[in-house]
């Protein structure tokens, strides 16, 4: 397989010695030797007494050479503990556009090195490794230097959970950020995403949050159609 390269614009075309050429509009060419494309899923802990707009789930990018293109992104909760009264609960997702240092207590790191997340073994370890990006266990995440956020968010989940003793299931809430519909969003050096409580939880329930991501990291020039 050849690959070409445009010297000044650095768009690539990947040439088949045995068909034509192959030419890709979207999504952008990833290139395993510099970059990859990854998933991961996570979860929370038992989630109780969070205040409204707790920060659980920050990433960040810290590449001068690459951005971090989001795909998609799941928001999906359950009630664990009902609350003593009906409570409604919501997460959303903001972009941040400026992240110096990811939060450093109350959770715990995001482990993508060496092979996790990857969805090709010869594509490079994922740029977020083991500090860039940070998960809440059972209360909000602290520390980092987040200095500017969007002030609406792209992606949100929204619910309820019943009263103490209700006879009603409590059925898991998802929703979902979809690049096929919207076009991805695209994360350059020292931007990033939040994930925050929406409405302060009581101190007698539980909730789980469960976050399902998929990404791509491709050089700048392998993006100039972005």
């Given amino acids: 397989m050849a690959t070409l390269k445009d010297a000044t614009t650095g768009n690539k075309q990947r040439v088949d010695a045995n068909v034509a050429a192959r030419v890709s509009i979207l999504p952008p060419f990833v290139d395993d030797a510099s970059g990859g494309r990854y998933r991961?899923?996570?979860?929370?802990?038992?989630?109780?007494?969070?205040?409204?707009?707790?920060?659980?789930?920050?990433?960040?990018?810290?590449?001068?050479?690459?951005?971090?293109?989001?795909?998609?992104?799941?928001?999906?909760?359950?009630?664990?503990?009902?609350?003593?009264?009906?409570?409604?609960?919501?997460?959303?997702?903001?972009?941040?556009?400026?992240?110096?240092?990811?939060?450093?207590?109350?959770?715990?790191?995001?482990?993508?090195?060496?092979?996790?997340?990857?969805?090709?073994?010869?594509?490079?370890?994922?740029?977020?490794?083991?500090?860039?990006?940070?998960?809440?266990?059972?209360?909000?995440?602290?520390?980092?230097?987040?200095?500017?956020?969007?002030?609406?968010?792209?992606a949100l989940v929204h619910g309820h959970a019943p009263d103490a003793g209700a006879t009603i299931q409590n059925l898991p809430v998802a929703s979902d950020f979809d690049a096929r519909k919207s076009g991805p969003q695209v994360l350059v050096q020292n931007e990033g995403i939040a994930i925050r409580n929406g409405v302060a939880l009581g101190a007698a329930g539980t909730v789980q949050l469960a976050i399902e991501i998929a990404w791509r990291e491709i050089t700048i020039a392998d993006a100039a159609g972005l």
């Fill in 40 to 154: 991961w899923i996570g979860r929370t802990g038992l989630l109780t007494g969070v205040a409204a707009d707790g920060l659980l789930f920050a990433l960040r990018n810290n590449s001068t050479t690459k951005l971090i293109v989001l795909d998609f992104l799941r928001l999906a909760f359950v009630v664990d503990v009902d609350f003593t009264t009906r409570q409604r609960v919501q997460f959303y997702a903001r972009v941040l556009r400026a992240i110096t240092v990811v939060p450093t207590a109350g959770g715990g790191a995001v482990d993508l090195t060496l092979n996790k997340g990857k969805t090709r073994t010869s594509q490079q370890a994922s740029l977020l490794a083991l500090t860039g990006a940070y998960l809440a266990t059972t209360a909000v995440i602290t520390g980092g230097t987040l200095t500017t956020e969007d002030p609406d968010p792209f």
